[in-house]
């Protein structure tokens, strides 16, 4: 007997059991989908934050608080707390340090409301320097940035995103306008053209004003973050040296000190593991998919032990036993794959709108592959089991 006629009969097996060959299926459908969702997942928010970080600008070094190396990191993040905070007096001789010419800012971000009349909204207060707008590439639909003078005598004076604007002034220039930020008064000074959310923060939905304007509002004098942007790109390194030096005698160890370049491979490298978890986590559903195959397929055999009797009765070799079953559990992993692929990309399509996605050719090739594989290494032991029949003890069986 033929491949051909192998498989025609293994289909014409599996139609026999409509229900029963869906629900054999469904594990790996199960499986496939979960692997291409959670890697589109994973891949999708490991794009958005690297695009985030370098959307910030370029030739930018970060200074956390704490020691990321020994569990700490900035903010009082996990792994471990922070004993020594920034100030804006390290910013200062930081800057005195470097020189003009590689500009530093202290950075603070905090939740804040709102208020214009009544209307209200939530959004994120982001605090810095006069250099702000230089180091991160502001793009200012109008207005201008704060000055140094503003900087200095903590004026309440603020930066609205597109969407803090749409939301406050729906209808009329903000320019020149005053708005309540956790309850005082502040006078717009500019407004920043639409960017778009991201993994970091919704860009348009954030407020931006003097850093000690931020720590009078927030009655603190610790900083979140210190950002340096170098003159020459060529020189990063030497000015992350420099960096470490001048923070030493203070911090000792407890902080630490990335290039843009080094904190993108950090976070790819966090995520990357992050991605290969999940589908890893998804691939475990795969292996109970193939283990569901393998129960159905013994029963098949057990069920039609006398047409296996039959067939060998009249000529069949253990090959085309074995090859017809072998098919039929092919069939079933493949079939089950297509249909998992096509339900995990419009599955990542839908939660665009939640959380950023990217579905992968590799992960469809290795879910595609994988859910192939587990029909194979399942289906073999029962087509062995099915081609080992003896005819006489299969005629005979009930």
Not at 99 to 107: E, L, R
Not at 221 to 235: E, F, L, Y
Not at 310 to 315: L, Q, T, W, Y
Not at 372 to 378: E, I, L, Q, R, S
């Amino acid at each position: 007997m033929n491949l051909k006629e192998s498989f025609r009969i293994a289909l014409r097996a599996l139609n026999a059991n409509k229900v029963r060959s869906l629900l054999t299926m469904l594990g790996v459908i199960i499986g496939v989908a979960a692997v291409i969702l959670l890697v589109a997942i994973g891949t999708g928010v490991q794009d958005e934050v690297t695009g985030s970080i370098e959307g910030l600008g370029s030739n930018l070094i970060f200074a956390f608080p704490g020691n990321v190396e020994q569990g700490g990191g900035g903010g009082g993040g996990p792994g471990g707390s922070i004993q020594k905070q920034f100030s804006l007096d390290d910013a200062e001789m930081l800057q005195r340090r470097l020189g003009p010419d590689d500009k530093v800012v202290p950075v603070i971000q905090a939740a804040a409301i709102a208020k214009v009349g009544n209307r209200e909204w939530r959004t994120t207060m982001a605090a810095g320097n006069e250099y702000s707008g230089e180091v991160f590439s502001a793009d200012y639909a109008s207005g201008r940035g704060y000055y140094r003078s503003e900087v200095s005598a903590s004026s309440r004076v603020v930066i609205i995103g597109a969407s803090v604007q749409k939301e406050l002034f729906p209808n009329k220039d903000p320019l020149g306008e005053y708005m309540d930020v956790n309850g005082q008064r502040f006078r717009v000074i500019g407004t920043l053209v639409e960017q778009g959310g991201s993994l970091t923060g919704d860009q348009d939905n954030q407020i931006y004003l003097p850093i000690t304007t931020a720590q009078r509002l927030l009655g603190t004098r610790d900083i979140s973050i210190i950002i340096v942007k170098a003159a020459d790109a060529t020189q990063i390194d030497l000015i992350q040296q420099r960096i470490k030096r001048a923070l030493k005698p203070r911090f000792g160890e407890e902080f630490s000190v990335f290039t843009q370049q080094e904190t993108l491979g950090i976070l790819s490298q966090l995520l990357g593991t992050l991605t290969v978890m999940l589908a890893g986590i998804a691939g475990i559903s795969l292996l109970v998919g193939g283990i569901g195959i393998m129960n159905i397929m013994l029963v098949s055999v057990s069920e039609r032990t006398r047409e296996i009797g039959i067939r060998k009765a009249v000529g069949a070799k253990t090959y085309d036993i074995m090859s017809q079953f072998v098919i039929e559990a092919i069939v079933l992993s493949v079939a089950g794959g297509v249909i998992g692929i096509t339900i995990g990309w419009l599955g990542s399509e839908a939660l665009k709108v939640v959380v950023p996605t990217q579905v992968t050719p590799w992960a469809v090739a290795l879910a595609f592959l994988f859910s192939a594989g587990v029909g194979v290494f399942f289906g073999v032991y029962p087509a062995y089991r099915a081609s080992r029949l003896d005819p006489i003890e299969a005629l005979r069986y009930e």
